[in-house]
């Protein structure tokens, strides 16, 4: 690569720090839009997803994906030299659970894999996508449509297959990853505001939360782009569990303050400074 092109790169990404930067300062709603350009897109309808992978066909595809899926993750564990603190706090879960996690680039969800691999609790973890993501091109798009993958959709009848496949798996002990923050911000490393979504799930089908937090440290190097290089630490928290004393709507909003508040806590511990929306704690 020239260093035209190195320096171009570098500016394209520096354009989306400074849009998050912005986006910080302007707070509410902004703070669940995307950054990035979304790869276009089509409404996703009941027979484009097999949620629950019972066609032939999509078993096998399943299969290629999870042993990409093994490279991947030996690749990019490697990479940002991933570590696990807390992993004991699956084993506290005896059934399905909602697991939810900081969304700051594309591969953090390598640190819930490896998490939950660390843990030994034999679950199988399945990840909420974005409509959009579930056509990508590419290695990333194939493992992203045919690895263990639940993707939304603006259809409301592939949303009813969504929500049956949802529940099932849960009903199955397994895991699913959801995104509370909605949106990437890339190598953010605040906790943003959260969506309701994971916690009425949750209440719904009467399963806990684990809240996961994943910082960063700058260490030597730079990245494709030119930005300091980052290591990953990702820190699994105890269980919050449905209070069978509360409605529905005070359920989600109490397990939705219990998760932000442990994460706050979390990234006040390690960075060592106060949560504060105000332009600071950037790689840049």
Same mark, same amino acid.
């Given at each position: 690569?020239?260093?035209?092109?190195?320096?171009?790169?570098?500016? /394209?990404?520096?354009?989306?720090?400074?849009?998050?930067?912005?986006? %910080?300062?302007?707070?509410?709603?902004?703070?669940? $839009?995307?950054?990035?350009?979304?790869?276009?897109?089509?409404?996703? #309808?009941? %027979?484009?997803?097999?949620?629950?992978?019972?066609?032939?066909? =999509?078993? $096998?595809?399943?299969?290629?994906?999870?042993?990409?899926?093994?490279?991947?993750?030996?690749?990019?564990?490697?990479?940002?030299?991933?570590?696990? /603190?807390?992993?004991?706090?699956?084993?506290?879960?005896?059934?399905?659970?909602?697991?939810?996690?900081?969304?700051?680039?594309?591969?953090?969800?390598?640190?819930?894999?490896?998490?939950?691999? %660390?843990?030994?609790?034999?679950?199988? #973890?399945?990840?909420?996508?974005?409509?959009? @993501?579930?056509?990508?091109?590419?290695?990333?798009?194939?493992?992203?449509?045919?690895?263990?993958?639940?993707?939304?959709?603006?259809?409301?009848?592939?949303?009813?297959?969504?929500?049956?496949?949802?529940? /099932?798996?849960? @009903?199955?002990?397994?895991?699913?990853?959801?995104?509370?923050?909605?949106?990437?911000?890339?190598?953010?490393?605040?906790?943003?505001?959260?969506?309701?979504?994971?916690? #009425?799930?949750?209440?719904? +089908?009467?399963?806990?939360?684990?809240?996961?937090? =994943? =910082? #960063?440290?700058?260490?030597?190097?730079?990245?494709?782009?030119?930005?300091?290089?980052? +290591?990953?630490?990702?820190?699994?928290?105890?269980?919050?569990?449905? +209070?069978?004393?509360?409605?529905?709507?005070?359920?989600?909003?109490?397990?939705?303050?219990?998760?932000?508040?442990?994460?706050?806590?979390?990234?006040? /511990?390690?960075?060592?400074?106060?949560?504060?929306?105000?332009?600071?704690?950037? $790689?840049?």
């Amino acid at each position: 690569m020239s260093d035209n092109q190195q320096n171009d790169k570098y500016l /394209e990404r520096l354009a989306i720090v400074n849009k998050i930067k912005e986006y %910080e300062r302007l707070g509410g709603d902004y703070f669940f $839009i995307d950054v990035e350009a979304d790869p276009p897109t089509k409404t996703l #309808l009941p %027979e484009d997803v097999d949620y629950l992978k019972v066609k032939f066909s =999509t078993k $096998i595809k399943t299969a290629i994906a999870v042993f990409l899926g093994n490279r991947f993750n030996k690749t990019f564990k490697k990479k940002f030299n991933v570590k696990v /603190e807390g992993a004991e706090n699956f084993k506290k879960v005896d059934g399905g659970a909602i697991i939810t996690s900081n969304h700051f680039s594309q591969f953090e969800n390598i640190c819930v894999y490896n998490a939950v691999l %660390e843990s030994k609790v034999n679950k199988r #973890l399945n990840f909420v996508i974005r409509e959009g @993501n579930y056509n990508m091109p590419g290695s990333v798009g194939y493992m992203l449509k045919y690895y263990y993958t639940l993707p939304l959709s603006s259809n409301i009848h592939t949303m009813r297959n969504f929500n049956s496949a949802f529940t /099932e798996l849960l @009903n199955r002990g397994q895991y699913i990853l959801v995104y509370p923050e909605q949106s990437m911000w890339w190598n953010y490393r605040k906790p943003k505001p959260f969506k309701r979504g994971a916690f #009425l799930y949750a209440v719904k +089908n009467n399963v806990p939360v684990i809240p996961c937090f =994943t =910082t #960063l440290t700058t260490v030597d190097g730079v990245d494709e782009f030119g930005f300091p290089n980052q +290591n990953y630490t990702i820190h699994v928290m105890p269980p919050i569990y449905p +209070n069978s004393k509360l409605t529905e709507r005070e359920n989600v909003e109490d397990m939705l303050e219990q998760n932000f508040s442990l994460v706050k806590a979390k990234y006040e /511990e390690v960075y060592k400074i106060p949560l504060a929306y105000d332009g600071g704690n950037f $790689i840049v």
